[in-house]
Nanobody
Framework: QVQLVESGGGLVQAGGSLRLSCAASGSMCSTDAMGWYRQAPGKQRELVAAMTSGGTTNYADSVKGRFTISRENAKNTVYLRANNLTPEDTGVYYC????????????????WGQGTQVTVSS
């Protein structure tokens, strides 16, 4: 059974930073594509940043220049460094993993984590 275990969420003041981590274990789904998505209260889940095992990335316009996604392929782990956070970044952040590189553009993954709450206070 595959698991995606997220960590690093929490409460931070506006202008602060967080580093989220997501480690994939098990063999039920591939990690060719891994990404971070978020869902704010009353809104649909949206892309934050995603990355293929080959290094291709896709970022939401709202986080470009502030957030950085990275991976350790040997550890099946993806990270998200979030700088200069604003209250609009508040939400539940979900990790996703899948077998198709195109997933970083269409948001279709086989596996999703449970989510980690990020709250940015003003």
């Amino acid at each position: 059974q595959v698991q995606l275990v997220e960590s690093g969420g929490g409460l931070v003041q506006a202008g602060g930073s967080l580093r989220l981590s997501c480690a994939a274990s098990g063999s039920m789904c591939s990690t060719d594509a891994m990404g971070w998505y978020r869902q704010a209260p009353g809104k649909q889940r949206e892309l934050v940043a995603a990355m293929t095992s080959g290094g291709t990335t896709n970022y939401a316009d709202s986080v470009k220049g502030r957030f950085t996604i990275s991976r350790e392929n040997a550890k099946n782990t993806v990270y998200l460094r979030a700088n200069n956070l604003t209250p609009e970044d508040t939400g539940v952040y979900y990790c996703a993993a899948g077998s198709t590189s195109w997933s970083i553009f269409n948001g279709e993954y086989e596996c999703w984590g449970q989510g980690t709450q990020v709250t940015v206070s003003s």
